[in-house]
């Protein structure tokens, strides 16, 4: 495993004296198409929506919340812009794949890998990348 250089292995000096404590991080994703993502979240995933407001949106299953929203006024949007994925630790990883492989577009199909993880990708409506993964 790669070491941290010494300046990473430090603690912050932010927080860490208990006045400041993160209690959860809650993706928002921007649509142009409230909507239909909802719908893609709720008939496809399972999630549902516990509360919505005009251009907003809050999604819940099990353990995981999730905002959706339309782009707001203080940013520009042309398209979704996100870099990186969406990661599910589950349960039942391929029971799940079984369910939604032919429901959206794969960007990876049910596959173990040598870290110890089973796990598989697809995107959702707006072509967010979402992978689910359980140990093996």
């Known amino acids: 495993m790669p070491k941290l250089s010494r300046g990473l292995r430090e603690k912050s000096r932010y927080g860490t004296n208990g006045s400041m404590k993160f209690k959860s991080l809650v993706p928002m994703l921007w649509t142009a198409d409230l909507d239909k993502t909802a719908e893609f979240y ?3 995933l399972g999630f549902e929506c516990i509360n919505r407001m005009e251009g907003w949106a809050l999604l ?3 353990g995981i919340e999730l905002m959706l929203s339309l782009p707001n006024a203080h940013e520009t949007f042309d398209k979704i812009q996100f870099t990186g994925s969406f990661y599910f ?3 039942g990883v391929s029971e799940l794949w079984r369910q939604l ?8 199909p049910l596959e173990d890998f040598e870290y110890g ?7 959702d409506n707006n072509g967010y990348i979402l992978q689910f993964g359980q140990e093996i």
Do not use: G
Request: net charge positive.
């Open 60 to 62: 819940k299953k099990d």
């Open 89 to 91: 630790r589950a349960e």
């Open 42 to 44: 709720l008939q496809t």
């Open 101 to 108: 492989k032919d429901k959206a577009t794969v960007v990876y």
């Open 117 to 123: 993880m089973r796990e598989f990708a697809i995107r």
